[in-house]
């Protein structure tokens, strides 16, 4: 469980208020107005900012002191996911063994990340090679072989066309499945939240609401997200 | 509280910057120590100060007014070899200053072109030795990098400007009275006082070309308190005088200056519609490119002819100029590659600032405080070689880091929160991502760092004994023995050498680079 305890979160002139809990294995969408804190929450979860009150917790350990990489999380941001000088495969090596060579197993791994996001015999190709939905299949390959309990998107997938997103979407909630990992992403688009998200979490009003069930928060959206879906 | 993440460490570059800022700043303890047994200063020391501010101005003066049609005239017209003629402004920054003094006094000197072409009509030829030679000397040199900066200038002008003033019926004077003139009266200030301050440090020119008592820079009389009297304490006291001077200058054109003349985007023509007489712009156009190109040519005519029956001791020398130049190169990368990343990484302003402290700095006056610091240790001649390369790496190292700097940032901007997230070790990120994507920057700032070096004409001349010569002494030495075909041959395997230098660093860095 991903608890969020009394957190307050200040980003210049605005602070965000937290105090939520997230079931593991839930898959959640994030969503609220432009400019509401919904990338803040996420690097704040990822420990990309600091917070200013409050603690983080997962499964009971706290998690908000340890630095970024040692959080149990892996996170694709909105741009700039791949390294564009190193190919897909050394890529993918990354999650594996960021500082390291990789060992004969190791490379199988990445060689059946590869297979298993459809992008066999394209190891060798570097980022300015391949299409962008070829470029995002090769980020969540990576995802794939770090093994984190939680993934967090922030809407890495925004500059792709809506049937591709869609694809991307579905590769997402297949992966999320089977590494049964918690998934928090981040979506202006309801269509997103509905297409793979159990809860959603309304950011407004510099407050995080506590989860909700995604059909009936829509079915029944409270003032704020009824203004924001106008 | 999470410990504030960084992708890199600022240790090893704020490490390097206490070195940099511990080399400038404890020679000037040196010299400054040991000023104060000297005497006071006489007055050829008050003549230097009046040789140096007079030449500076006028330097400053005659470049900025020539540059200012040149760079209209660039600013108005599109004609082929424009791009060219552009690059070609960046040259004479790599250019080894020796070399351009062999063409100048090859076209300008007393029995070089002009005055042939007097002799004929019964004139009497030019003398360039004294003030105008120097002041000649730095208008070459000075010329194009005020062009480019009065050029840079011109085109930031929105080209909504000169629509709006067309529409209004502006022509000529008028449209010079309502758009350039405020332009450029913010712009010269700064070009001008960029220019005063470079020549307020020339020493290599004063020393081939004024001498004397009524043509001697403070540079070149700290050249001389030391070689010809070897009285440390007037060079020292000398050294002050002018470290004061060129902090003080400095500081005025850091202020004024914004635009560094290096950028991009100045091969844009802008569209203009006050026409103009083209055959002012050609005129200044054309006087511009053979006045930089005359000498060079020059040099590379009479260079091939004395290229194949050089001594031994220019290939010598030209041996050891490469030496100095890549282990000058190399200790500027591994100073300005930390630097560059700590600065990269927050607010370092201390580091930056040592970064940029050889700015401000004069060379002879480093190689007078190295000189008095390592005498009491060892003999000070048996150290030239690696004390030039040092002094140039840390001359160069501000131009490096105005290369480096912005690179590093964009780089740790764009890929240093991936890096993060995966958990990357701040070496592993130093290694596999920062210095593969600056490759291009590092190429180029090696380049430059190279051909610095390897022209340099300063500090060598100081420590070096008979035996042992750099490519640009040697050619000095030759010019004074008046063996002006060996000069010239070496003068250009030295152009060749720098060029090559930079050249070959500036592609290596680029070569399969991925965008």
Redesign the interface.
Known sequence: MLKLDGCVIENGDFTLSADIEIKAGTSVAIIGPSGAGKSTLLETI???R??KQGQIFWNGQQI???????RP???L?QD??L????TAEQNIA??LR??GRLSQDEQTQVQSALDRVALQGLGAR?P?ELSGGQQSRVALARVLV?RRELLLLDEPFAALGPALKAEMLDLVAELVAEAQSTLLMVSHDPQDARRIADQTILVADENVHVPARTEELFENPPPSLRAYLG | ?????QPVSPWPGIGAAALVAALILGTLAAVALRAETSGGFTPADWAALRFTLTQASLSALFSVALAVPVARALARRRFPGRRALIALLGAPFILPVIVAILGLLQVFGRSGWISDILGVFGLPPIRIYGLHGVVLAHVFFNLPLATRLVLQAWQEIPAERFRLAAQLGCNGLAMFRLIEMPMLNRALPGVLAVVFAICLTSFAVALTLGGGPRATTIELAIYQAFTYDFDLGRAALLSALQLALTAATALIALKFSRGDGFGTGLDRALRRWDGGAPAIDTFWIIAAAVFLLLPLASVVISGIAGFFNMPAIVFRAAMISILVAAASTAVMLLLALPIATTVANGRYGLVELSGILGLAASPLVIGTGLFILIRPLANPASLALPVTALVNAVMALPFALRILIPAARDITA??G?????????K??FFT??LL??MRAQIGFAAGLGAALSMGDLGVIALFADPQIATLPLQIYRLMGAYQMQAAAGGALLLLLLSMGAFWLLDRGGRWHA??
């Open positions: 990822a420990g990309f600091d917070l908000s002191n340890l630095l970024p990489g040692k999380m892996a996170m941001f700039g996911n390294f564009p000088h190193l990354l999650g960021p500082n570097k300015s770090q | 509280m999470a410990e504030r993440a764009r890929h929160r991936l890096a993060l997230s995966l958990d990357m070790t070496w592993t596999r991502v593969p994507r991925e965008a």
